[in-house]
């Protein structure tokens, strides 16, 4: 074994080194291929090649023989090697239509028919790739083949699906509604009755064995089982596929050619009636196209004649074939349009006079008078009976209609109708039609009249009709041509037509028309052959009219045709003497010159006029797929022909040729074929290349001399191809491949020496069917050459001469004869094996292999004498001769091909480049058939093909990559085109060549590429190609087979590839494995990249363009990153690899993956940003990205970076240069990083355990700490989005549903702000920038999806039900896998830090990610493995929890509290065992408990505070689990845990049933407000759970806006925190407690910690949250001035930050001390700019009365509501809220703002009384409160005014108006925390009349004052006080209050000072008056001098009035007085003041 081993070795050594020679030979020896030409398990491992460059290939044919697989079969094997049968050749015969075939049976044919009939019946010659299905291009996950991919899928229970609404929720919970409850005295419920109710409750199922003492590795084990059963193995069946076009690298299989159909109609004549009966009528139809001004089809005759009417004619015709009975016509219109009508022509049988006559009896009589007319019919009758008789063979024309066909189709609503109505109104709906272009048609449009909007229609899809037509018209005699024709149905289009006038021949004809079904039966082809389905041929057919199209149509011929129509058109006597009568035309058909050649066509007594000059005119259609009917190519296909058939001279017309000139008319006749017009050549497009391939292949031999036609054959090829490729646009695909030229190469194409027998094909039957085309044909083949088994289809000339020597002479010579130069490209003609040579042991066999199977030697090779004849004409006379011509032999396609093509230049090259694809696919085909007629499809590949033809490839590969490089910027398109052509030939090649050379065309290709990258500004365009370039390569369906997925990487050290190490474990890693060998595995190392060389580009291609340092490329993220997706997505869908063995060698392919995309966590999109509130947000900053040592992609990315490849100048150190450490990096789109997190998702869970954690162990705290970070962002990134978002998502779906996906998306994720929305904008432009538009490489363009073809039928609008549910089962289970397979990740980190024990740091990272997956929306199956991981975590490392993340396990105890509310009981009995759990160890490690028990409790109040959907039953249930657990734990019975455990339970119990009744009032606001401030109260002795509710309180304020609260709120909890830190720390700088807020709000003494039972801060578990620090509260403090900012109270942000100054003063934070000062400035210069323009809240006092109201009976409040609210707004919140809670007949708002009296209200009703009040300060307060700040800030009371009269009216005179102030104070000052507060206290002032007046005039004079000196003056306002001031129409105005009051001094003393105020306040009055007057003359223009002089008259009337009244003093009051102790104000001592307390 061993000898026979090194034995191996040796001989690939020198194969390997041969074929390097040949590499480097072929790029002339460049360095970079020769630089390490050592063997392939002998790399240095120090030559390090930059990703920037390829490294060189393996040579996989030696790599297979070298290491073979120690493995004999089962799956891994299939991953080594391709499968046997991966490529088929298949001939599959081609259907026809007819049950008969069209071909003609006689034996002796011309060449060239011969040639078509072949051509039109020869089966198709298929080349299969077995598996090509499996090639990405075909990936199942982005087709529609996911649905089904997708079915069977479990169902996931996700809360958010299960939990009520909050609607529903809210009906069950009405009656308690209905109840209100007490709010601020009663006492926190009773402990008994809560403490009942949870004794009451039932408790979940317990976890077995959840106290038992187990192991943790058998914890472990069994977790690991578990989690690992029933998991769903296709992780990317879940996942949507990333949004492209079509995939480039898918190749559609191109349609079979078949014969052309325009749009099919159906036309069924149903009956033909005339008003009389009296002679038999013939009717036929034709469709006339206008506008073209030709009939586009043939006619069609049918006869709807009585059986009676038929007898008249019986003895004229002979018997109906049935064929002639139709009456169903199916016509093919290929150009429907606007100007196509249907003409119906009737014919009657020939009689005397003119038409008009005939007609006229039609026109007269009416059916109806038929007994009136009687003997005139019998008459007519009798006439008609005779010239039946007599002329019963000729027929005359009668009358015509038309139909204009559009208006059918387009009205095909409404049937039965008149047509004639139809056809003479204008086109009614013109042109609404989109055409549906069919594909195979249509041509370049220039060339032709476009079918525009106006024309363009569809008959494919309207509601049949039947038509009645009515009216016809006659035939003029003068008028009966088609010209006429085209003149009447114009004319008929227009409204007014001259038809109209015309008199009408009534009848009634009844057709219908339809859409032609799919395959109709009984149905005639024009040939009158029956088509297929023909049941009965006693049937009454249904004919199959043919269509003379309006235009060229471009498809080839596939069947044969050979009609000639011909149609008598006219004759002309007109200028003849004598009489014209009885003239017969008489249309011969001869097939020779002689008249005895005619064909008889028996008519009795005919002369010829006129000696055979011409008076009449024929038209002659032939619809032919035979004749060309184009010089050009009659003369190639006549002179090729004449070559095969040897016959000279040639006649072609009236040419002859001789054979001396033959070469040169056939080289020009081939240059020729470009005049030819452009529909022949594609209708003979199969024949036409099979020629120029033949003449390629076959050189002919003109005059005794090789001809080579190879150059010009070519060069016809490719200027063909090209006009097609221009001139038919219409049917390219994505790829430009012209689809008629796809279709040639794929059936039609095939070897021209192969033509299979149509009686046996595929390769076991080929025997005796494979020949030469130039074959001895038919009887006369000498017999010797023992051809009998074989029917030979070529063209020659049977009259052989001579006779050919022996069979075996012939065999000897072919044998001996070594003149052949390539001994391997013999054609193997597939016959049986013989014997006698099968076995020859002689070396020689092998170089005639392929003569040694074929016992009928017929291949192309056997060139001896008989065959020469044929080729020659003449038996070679001379040996040497001899050997020339078998030099000559049958060149192969392929290899003449590419030589041609390597040596075109100049415009043959340019074309051959524009449509590479062509000729690369044709290469392949002929190397495929090549192979398989010399059943080398087993070969080795090294020996399949010479070494001179695989030289010409590599040339034309290298110089068409040169090409791409070259010219890519100027013909952008035609290099796209070229660059995947190239992709996709070399893409083929890996099937059938040697593979290790195809990667060496690879390399060189992608060498090109990066040698001109560096020379570029801007890459991405190149680089763009290059993608597109090796996507389509790895597209290959046996991909994963190339990358060598079972071969180990070696380490560098040994010599030579061990094989045992790949024995010794099942997994293929022994336990030996060197460390290098896995970072090798991880990194794109130089032997990764070598080894598995496709997978090593696609990563080092996403490693250089995710790179943040990569120029320019942003724009290729999207598509780089789809590509591995596609991968990846298509490997996880193959049936081949879904054994988890061989994934987890696939998935070997993709490690470094992991690596790449942990270096861009930086760039990734932030799935977490709507997380922020409950996960934390990643925690490595970019910068600390920078600064790491440990690198993680090897150096050879740093090279890549700097662009460099020598390795001494890179640094070792870090890998991403520290350029600018801490640089802005690009983020990826959403899109794009979900893509890149599947990706990664997929590798972790396919990749080998073993493998990742050898991995993880090496790596460093940081790069774990990174790849954390990464598992946290997964998490938020495949969140479930729950059931209702996709329901909300599809009441968006206006938009097509793709269009909708991203934004759906960013709606999902959250991110849809307008700071994103800029950003994204911004993103745009960079990504639209210069990366080129011709490359969808852009992320934003998503408008090509309309175009793709595959796709559409998803893009329904609105999804059904099911739809929804079906998205939303595969997103839960997308998320349960995803966050099972981070599970599994974090379970293996988990396990690397055990094992090493060093890395216990990273744990922390563990935690976080574990918590933030609780935190999100999770399914039932994922979060019992989650609660099992972390139970286990626990246990493992239970100080990390406790001691070190003090902060994670306060977020567990919300975490497993908030599972522990979930309706899903399975959640809840893990969460609760967990809480349990946490709680009991925590106990046994003897730390204190009172910790948990505080974050417990904590956790509770905040859940409860901020949750929505809160079920407070359900966490009943889970408290009393945890009890259970308590009460059955033997071990701890003994000590004190189960009573604290209990205490906890019970004081969390107390908190629920608070929030029980918060619950109620979830709707209402104040009272949710009013509750929460309860509970917060209840919490004064425990600071953590105050601060907790204040927090909660702060939050549900911000959600309402209310800013100002918030603040509050934010300024208490401040308060609250300084208190404690005051008492546990004496910092100078730091607050004193609540004093210091004072000037806040002064209210913040609430907070003071004076009371007894306050708790100590120094005690266990007190203030130990994080907000009782410093910083906290310097937190606090920055968010309540960020509150008050937004309320624009910006005075008491300076109050705040006063707080704040001094903590940063001490601690020297200038960065911190700037901002606050610019918000300071920010503040004051608002408070500058917003003067007089600011507003606070307006207050209202609400009063609340009636029994159903509970506890709110009789309360009153002061509501705070937003600045400018109205009286009617609040009135009609709380009358609609209150309403809806009571009903809305029960709640009354009380009008008026009285005193309420309890007895007249109905005690069933609630009644609100509200009023609008004002703040109200004493006249002293006025000296504080200035600005309008400090009167809108800590206000406590509020005054209201009620007017009202003794008598009880409200108003009245003036001398009886009263009015009561009522002034209110609250128990705390607004704004506090709380938007309403209860009225403590309430007191009444009433003012009497003259009170009244006096506060009436000082508000008069106020306003004059303000306006007179307002500042700008305002003369508009001015004026309008001024005018109600000395106006003289003013009702109530300032004289009659003087009137009244001063006109005598009153009778009672007490009321003397009021007077004397009015009377001094009416002095003041008047003085305003006479100020405002001036200002306001001021101030006016001309045109109101008047005016202002009318206002100073009615002042000085005015003045005059009121001057006696004024100046009465009284005396008494200027007596001395007794002294008076005086009150506060000067007038309200006498005032009549009723206390109210």
Not at 882 to 907: M, N, P, R, T, Y
Not at 1667 to 1691: D, N
């Amino acid at each position: 074994m061993a000898e026979r081993r090194a034995f191996a070795q040796k001989i690939s050594r020198t194969v390997a080194a041969e074929v390097r020679k040949q590499i480097s030979g072929q790029y002339s020896g460049s360095p970079q291929l020769l630089k390490n030409l050592n063997i392939v398990g002998n790399i240095s491992h120090h030559t390090t090649v930059p990703l920037t460059e390829a490294v060189d290939p393996v040579d996989l044919e030696d790599y297979l023989i070298t290491h073979p697989l120690a493995v004999d079969s089962g799956p891994l094997r299939d991953l080594i090697e391709f499968p046997p049968d991966d490529i088929e050749v298949v001939y599959s015969p081609r259907d026809c239509r007819t049950l008969v075939s069209a071909v003609p049976e006689e034996s002796e044919m011309d060449p060239h028919v011969r040639d078509c009939i072949r051509s039109y019946t020869e089966d198709w010659a298929i080349v299969i790739r077995k598996y090509h299905k499996l090639g990405t291009g075909f990936n199942p996950n982005t087709l529609d083949k996911q649905k089904e991919r997708q079915k069977g899928l479990p169902k996931q229970v996700f809360e958010s699906d299960e939990a009520p609404d909050g609607n529903n929720y809210q009906d069950d919970q009405d009656d308690l509604k209905r109840r209100s409850m007490s709010i601020d005295d009663t006492p926190r419920g009773s402990w008994a009755c809560s403490i009942f109710d949870l004794k009451n409750s039932l408790p979940d199922a317990l976890l077995p064995n959840l106290l038992d003492r187990t192991p943790n590795e058998e914890i472990d084990r069994q977790n690991d089982d578990q989690r690992k059963s029933n998991r769903h193995k296709e992780l990317f069946a879940l996942h949507p596929s990333p949004d492209e076009e079509e995939p480039i690298e898918r190749l559609s299989v191109p349609d079979v050619p078949k014969e052309h159909f325009g749009q099919r109609l159906l036309v069924k004549c149903l009956s033909l009636k005339f008003e009389i009966e009296i002679e038999p009528i013939f009717a036929s139809l034709a469709l006339y196209d206008v506008k073209e001004k030709k009939k586009i089809s043939e006619n069609f005759y049918f006869d709807l004649n009585s059986e009676q009417m038929k007898g008249l004619l019986r003895p004229h015709v002979p018997p109906a074939a049935i064929t002639t009975l139709a009456r169903s016509a199916i016509f093919s219109i290929t150009y429907p349009s606007q100007d196509v009508f249907l003409v119906i022509k009737l014919e009657k049988v020939l009689q005397q006079g003119d038409i008009g006559e005939c007609a006229e009896p039609y026109m007269i009589f009416k059916e109806a008078d038929a007994t009136k007319n009687k003997e005139k019919l019998e008459k007519l009758k009798s006439q008609a009976d005779q010239f039946c008789q007599r002329l019963g063979k000729y027929r005359m024309p009668f009358a015509w209609t038309a139909i204009h066909l559009m208006n059918i189709v387009s009205s095909a609503g409404s049937l039965e109708r008149d047509s004639t109505e139809v056809e003479i109104s204008t086109g009614e709906r013109k042109g609404s039609w989109s055409e549906r272009r069919n594909s195979s048609i249509v041509g370049r449009r220039s060339l032709e009249r476009t079918t525009s909007g106006d024309d363009a229609c569809n008959l494919t899809s309207f509601r049949p009709a039947t038509l009645t037509v009515t009216n016809f018209f006659k035939q003029e005699g003068d008028r009966l041509s088609d010209e006429d024709l085209y003149k009447f149905l114009a004319d008929m289009r227009r409204p007014s037509s001259v038809l109209r006038r015309l008199r009408p021949i009534t009848a009634q004809l009844k057709i219908d028309i339809s859409p032609a079904p799919e395959n109709p039966h009984y149905c005639l082809t024009p040939e009158l052959l029956q088509v297929k389905l023909y049941p009965d041929s006693r049937v009454r057919p249904t004919r199959e009219i043919l269509e003379f199209p309006a235009r060229d149509v471009y498809v080839p011929n596939t069947t044969y045709r050979n009609l000639l129509y011909i149609y008598p058109q006219s004759l002309n006597f007109a200028n003849r003497q004598g009489s014209a009568r009885n003239i017969t035309v008489k249309v011969q058909f001869m097939y020779g010159e002689d008249p005895s050649n005619a064909m008889p066509v028996p008519l009795p007594g005919m002369k010829w006029v006129d000696n055979h000059k011409g008076v009449f005119n024929v038209e002659v259609v032939a619809a032919s797929s035979v004749h060309t009917q184009d010089p050009y190519l009659d003369k190639f296909f006549a002179l090729v022909n004449a070559l095969d058939e040897h016959m000279f001279p040639v006649r072609i017309g009236d040419m002859r040729i001789m054979e001396n000139n033959l070469e040169n008319e056939l080289k020009n006749s081939i240059s020729a074929l470009n005049t030819s017009q452009l529909e022949p050549v594609v209708r003979f497009l199969h024949l036409l290349l099979d020629k120029l391939i033949l003449l390629v292949v076959r050189p002919p031999v003109i005059a005794g001399q090789i001809v080579n036609l190879g150059q010009a054959s070519f060069e016809a090829m490719a200027s063909i191809i090209n006009r097609l490729h221009k001139n038919l646009e219409g049917n390219h695909d994505q790829h430009g491949r012209n689809s008629l030229l796809a279709s040639y190469i794929y059936y039609v194409f095939r070897l021209p020496n192969t033509y299979p027998n149509s009686s046996s094909p595929g390769p076991g039957g080929l025997g005796g069917s494979v020949h030469y085309a130039t074959m001895a044909r038919s009887a006369v083949r000498p017999a010797s050459l023992n051809l009998n088994r074989s029917r030979s289809l070529s063209n020659s000339n049977p009259d052989i001469s001579g006779t050919p020597t022996s069979p075996d002479d012939e065999v000897r010579s072919i044998i001996g004869s070594k003149g052949l130069d390539r001994s391997n490209s013999w054609v193997n003609t597939g016959g049986p094996k013989a014997a006698p040579w099968g076995s020859n042991p002689s070396p020689s066999a092998e170089s005639t292999q392929a003569m040694d199977r074929s016992c009928n030697r017929m291949s192309s090779h056997t060139e001896t004498s008989s065959f020469l004849q044929t080729l020659t004409g003449r038996l070679p006379t001379k040996k040497g001769k001899e050997d020339e011509l078998e030099k000559l032999s049958l060149l192969l396609f392929h290899e003449e091909l590419a030589l041609q093509w390597v040596v075109c230049s100049g415009s043959v090259r340019e074309s051959a480049l524009q449509q590479a694809w062509f000729f690369f696919e044709l290469m392949v085909k002929s190397m495929v058939h090549h192979l398989y007629f010399n059943d080398k499809l087993d070969a080795p590949r090294k020996s399949r093909f010479p070494e001179r033809f695989m030289d010409d490839i590599a040339a034309l590969v290298s110089t068409i990559a040169s090409d791409i490089v070259s010219r890519f910027q100027k013909d952008t398109e035609m290099v796209e085109r070229l660059n995947t052509s190239l992709a996709f030939f070399l893409n083929d090649l890996l099937s059938v060549m040697d593979r290790g050379f195809v990667f060496s065309l690879i390399k060189s290709c992608y060498k090109q590429v990066s040698s001109k990258l560096y020379s570029l500004p801007n890459p991405s365009v190149l680089v763009s190609l290059r993608l597109d370039f090796l996507r389509i390569i790895c597209s290959h369906e046996h991909y994963v087979t190339l990358n060598l997925p079972c071969s180990l990487l070696t380490p560098p050290a040994s010599p030579s590839p061990s094989v045992s190490s790949a024995t010794s474990q099942s997994s293929g890693f022994s336990t030996n494995v060197q460390d290098q060998k896995i970072a090798n595995m991880f990194e794109l190392s130089v032997p990764f990249r070598q080894q598995h060389y496709l997978a090593g580009l696609v990563l080092t291609e996403l490693a250089v363009i995710l790179d943040p340092d990569a120029e320019g490329l942003f724009g290729l993220h999207k598509k780089v990153i789809n590509m591995v997706h596609n991968l990846l997505s298509s490997h996880d869908s193959d049936p081949r690899y879904s054994d988890p063995q061989i994934k987890a060698r696939v998935a070997m392919l993709y490690l470094p993956l992991i690596g790449i995309i942990m270096e861009t966590v930086p760039q990734l999109y932030d799935f977490t940003e709507t997380h922020n509130q409950r996960g934390r947000p990643i925690c490595i900053a970019p910068d600390d990205y920078e600064s790491e040592s440990g690198s993680m992609i090897s150096q050879t990315v740093a090279m890549a970076i700097a662009g460099t490849s020598v390795p001494q100048l890179t640094r070792p150190g870090s890998f991403l240069l520290t350029s600018t450490s801490g640089r802005q990096h690009t983020t990826f789109s959403a899109e794009s990083s979900r893509s890149l997190l599947i990706c990664l998702l997929w590798v972790l869970k396919n990749a080998d355990e073993t493998v990742l954690q050898k991995w993880f162990t090496d790596l460093s705290v940081l790069q774990l700490n990174r790849l954390l970070d990464l598992l946290y962002l997964c998490v938020s990134c495949f969140e479930y989005k729950g059931k209702k978002v996709f329901e909300r998502m599809n009441s968006l779906t206006f938009k097509k549903s793709k269009d909708m996906r991203a934004k759906l998306e960013e709606a999902i994720l959250g991110s849809i702000g307008a700071r994103q929305e800029m950003v994204r904008r911004s993103r745009g432009q960079l990504e639209r920038s210069p990366s080129g538009s011709a490359f969808g490489s852009q992320e934003n363009l998503r408008w090509r999806k309309d175009m793709t073809h595959w796709r559409q039928n998803t893009e329904k609008l609105d999804k059904s039900r099911a739809e929804i549910e079906h998205e939303a089962l595969i997103d839960g289970n997308l998320a349960t896998e995803a966050n099972l397979i981070i599970l599994d990740t974090l379970e293996i980190v988990v396990q690397t830090v055990s094992v090493t024990e060093s890395k216990e740091s990273i744990l922390g990272g563990v935690l976080k990610v574990l918590l933030h997956s609780m935190a999100c929306n999770q399914s039932a199956v994922y979060l019992q493995h989650c609660f099992a991981t972390q139970r286990a975590l626990v246990s493992k490392f239970p100080e990390l929890l406790f001691e070190e993340e003090t902060e994670q396990c306060a977020d567990l105890c919300l975490r497993l509290l908030r599972h522990c509310s979930s309706s899903i009981s399975t959640i809840r009995s893990h969460a609760s065992a967990s809480l349990y759990l946490l709680m009991r160890q925590n106990f046994e490690i003897g730390n204190n408990f009172a910790r948990v028990k505080m974050q417990v409790t904590m956790s509770l109040s905040s859940l409860v505070g901020t949750s929505q959907n809160f079920n407070e039953e359900f966490l009943r249930r889970s408290l009393k689990t945890i009890l259970t657990y308590a009460e059955e734990d033997l071990e701890l019975r003994e000590t004190t845990f189960p009573d604290q455990v209990q205490d906890l339970v019970f004081n969390l119990h107390m908190i629920l049933s608070d929030t029980v009744k918060m619950k109620e009032h979830q709707e209402d606001p104040e009272m949710l407000i009013d509750l929460m401030y309860r509970i917060a109260k209840g919490y004064q002795t425990s600071p953590d759970l105050r601060l907790t509710w204040l927090q909660n309180m702060a939050g549900k304020h911000s959600e309402r806006s209310n800013h100002a609260e918030a603040a509050q709120c934010l300024v208490h909890s401040a308060a609250l925190v300084a208190e404690y830190l005051s008492m546990l720390e004496d910092r100078k700088y730091l607050p004193v407690g609540c004093v210091t807020f004072q000037n806040i709000s002064s209210n913040v003494l609430e907070e003071s910690a004076v009371s007894d039972d306050v708790v100590s801060p120094d005690e266990e578990g007190i203030c130990s949250g994080k907000y009782f620090t410093e910083s906290g509260l310097v937190g606090l403090l920055e968010q309540a001035a960020a509150s008050f900012s937004m309320a624009g109270m910006y005075e008491a942000v300076n109050e705040v930050y006063k707080v704040l100054i001094p903590v940063h003063e001490a601690n020297r934070d200038a960065k911190k001390l700037s901002t606050i000062h610019g918000k300071l400035q920010e503040a004051f210069s608002k408070i500058v700019h917003q003067d007089g323009k600011r507003m606070f809240g307006t207050y209202f006092r609400v009063g609340f009365y009636g029994t159903k109201f509970g506890d709110l009976d009789e309360q009153e409040f002061v509501y705070k509501e937003p600045a400018i609210t109205k009286l009617a707004e609040i009135s009609h919140r709380l009358e609609g809220f209150y309403g809806e809670r009571f009903g809305e007949d029960v709640v009354e708002v009380i009008k008026d703002s009285n005193p309420v009296d309890k007895c007249k209200l109905d005690p069933n009703k609630a009644y609100i009384q509200i009023t609008y009040v004002e703040p109200y300060f004493d006249t002293y307060e006025m000296k504080d409160r200035i600005t309008y700040f400090d009167k809108n800030y800590n206000l406590r009371r509020f005054m209201y005014c009620t007017p009202f009269t003794l008598d009880g009216r409200a108003h009245g005179e003036l001398h009886e108006q009263f009015k009561r102030k009522t002034i209110l104070t609250t128990s705390h000052a607004f704004p506090y925390i709380k938007t309403r507060v209860n009225v403590t206290h309430k007191e009444e002032i009433i003012l009497t009349p003259i009170e009244v007046a006096i506060e009436d005039m000082q508000k008069k004079t106020q306003e004059l004052a303000f306006a007179t000196h307002q500042d700008p003056a305002d003369p508009k306002m001015l004026q309008m006080v001024l005018q109600g001031s000395v106006g003289t129409t003013v009702n109530q105005g300032p004289l009659e209050v003087a009137q009244v009051f001063l006109s005598e001094i009153p009778s009672d003393p007490k009321l003397f000072r009021h007077h004397n105020k009015l009377r001094l306040c009416f002095k003041d009055f008047t003085k305003r008056c006479e100020d405002a007057l001036r200002k306001n003359k001021s101030l006016i223009g001309p045109d109101q001098k008047e005016y202002q002089r009318e206002l100073e008259r009615n002042y000085h009337r005015l003045k005059e009035a009121l001057q006696p009244l004024i100046n009465r003093k009284i005396p008494q009051l200027y007596k001395a007085l007794l002294p008076v102790t005086c009150h506060r104000d000067s007038f309200s001592r006498m005032s009549l003041r009723k206390m109210d307390l």
